[in-house]
């Protein structure tokens, strides 16, 4: 039986988790036991617990509770915990085989670096994506856990090229000797677990939830924003102008404006936005802020939305996999196939550009052809793991 610890920490990961634990418990019965560590990243019931509940995900096994902090602090606390973890199923003789991780949080590099130091294979799903820009905290983690895994579970052709970019050749194999069980390191073209959660869950929220009735909204009648990454909530003058923006686009186009606010903007609001602009948003009925979503609810209002906009990268698939169109509120994307294919325009924090994005994407005919796999990326990757630590 292959053990196999999967960490998770943020919002995002404990969603993505679903889908591989959804295959284990189908398809892999008898071949795969998986353990959840938790690291504590995220911590409020509305970022963390919430998800559990509604996607039927089992409680962890193990949790941190590393909250927040600096980001040497919090990866820190969490490569000590993940090593301790790690280091007492040796001791107790039931190591673990092998450690899942997701994306690019810093969950995700802190478990890397504990995991291989102590001779670990790390999984990486979601590997490959680059944003090309260093400023990102996420792009550090994903470089950095890059390197250190064994195998790398890229979700797009993109991520697949962008490997072999960086010395992945030969049918994505890295030599790479020191490995402790003496493979090389190598990359598979997965699929995107979070397109297999979605078609999952889709008709599930849809029987399940009802935000767009409670919040009176009607189909393809409304926009969905959200916006969490620290160069738009850290930077009074990015936020600002989205939010500039945001009010602009209500009033003018007479259409409501669905806000679920991360805490981390929450917080910053009162500091980043001068008193003329909060009373601006406090008197407009168009814009509803409402708290963090749960998986069901941002499903529904992805999938109703007339178009979606975001500085979230999970959040600009999702509106795709759901065919809404994406205004993306960064300077750059790792999802760049969203752009080629036309359904998604950058217009960073720009007030003009956002404008003038959501003019176009609001009135254009778009296409969403299949570029994130066949719904069955769970089910490949958990294959490639046995494969590899058989
Ligand atoms: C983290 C990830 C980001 C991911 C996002 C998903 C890193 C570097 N960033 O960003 O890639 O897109 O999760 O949401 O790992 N807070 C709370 N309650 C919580 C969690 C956070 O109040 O449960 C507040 C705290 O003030 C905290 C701040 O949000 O300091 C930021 O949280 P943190 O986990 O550091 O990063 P995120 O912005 O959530």
Not at 138 to 166: A, H, M, Y
Not at 173 to 200: A, E, P, T
Not at 254 to 275: C, G
Request: proline share 4%; glycine share 6%; aromatic share 8%.
């Amino acid at each position: 039986m292959i053990r196999l610890l999967t960490i998770i920490g943020a919002r995002p990961q404990i969603i993505k988790a679903a889908a591989l634990s959804r295959a284990i418990n189908t398809h892999f019965v008898g071949q795969v036991e998986e353990y959840i560590l938790h690291t504590g990243q995220h911590y409020d019931q509305n970022m963390s617990a919430v998800f559990f509940d509604e996607l039927g995900i089992p409680q962890p096994n193990y949790n941190l509770h590393v909250g927040s902090g600096s980001h040497a602090t919090q990866t820190a606390r969490i490569t000590e915990g993940v090593e301790k973890v790690l280091m007492e199923a040796q001791t107790n003789g039931v190591p673990f085989d092998g450690v899942v991780v997701y994306g690019d949080t810093n969950s995700t590099l802190a478990a890397a670096i504990a995991a291989v130091k102590i001779h670990i294979p790390v999984f990486h799903i979601e590997a490959g994506l680059r944003s090309f820009n260093i400023t990102m905290p996420e792009e550090v983690n994903r470089i950095v856990c890059d390197q250190l895994s064994s195998i790398l579970f890229t979700p797009t052709q993109t991520g697949w090229e962008n490997l072999s970019k960086e010395g992945f050749v030969e049918g994505g194999i890295k030599q790479r000797v020191h490995f402790s069980n003496g493979k090389n390191q190598y990359v598979v073209l997965s699929g995107d677990v979070m397109y297999d959660n979605s078609l999952y869950f889709s008709e599930i929220a849809d029987d399940k939830c009802d935000i767009i009735e409670r919040l009176g909204l009607s189909y393809r009648g409304f926009i969905l924003a959200t916006i969490h990454r620290p160069a738009n909530t850290d930077n009074s003058t990015n936020l600002q102008s989205i939010f500039c923006a945001l009010l602009d686009i209500a009033d003018s186009q007479d259409i409501d404006i669905v806000l679920p606010l991360h805490p981390r903007t929450r917080k910053l609001l009162s500091i980043q936005l001068t008193a003329e602009l909060l009373q601006r948003i406090e008197v407009n009925n168009r814009l509803k802020i409402i708290e963090p979503a749960s998986f069901f609810e941002i499903i529904r209002l992805e999938k109703n939305a007339r178009v979606v906009m975001t500085d979230s990268g999970g959040v600009q698939k999702e509106a795709f996999f759901f065919e809404t169109p994406c205004v993306i509120l960064r300077p750059e994307t790792e999802w760049v196939e969203i752009i080629e294919a036309g359904a998604g325009l950058i217009a960073d924090a720009d007030y003009h550009r956002i404008v003038e994005a959501y003019n176009v994407l609001a009135n254009k005919r778009v296409a969403f052809p299949p570029l994130f796999g066949d719904g069955h990326a769970s089910e490949k990757i958990l294959g490639e793991i046995c494969n590899y630590l058989i």
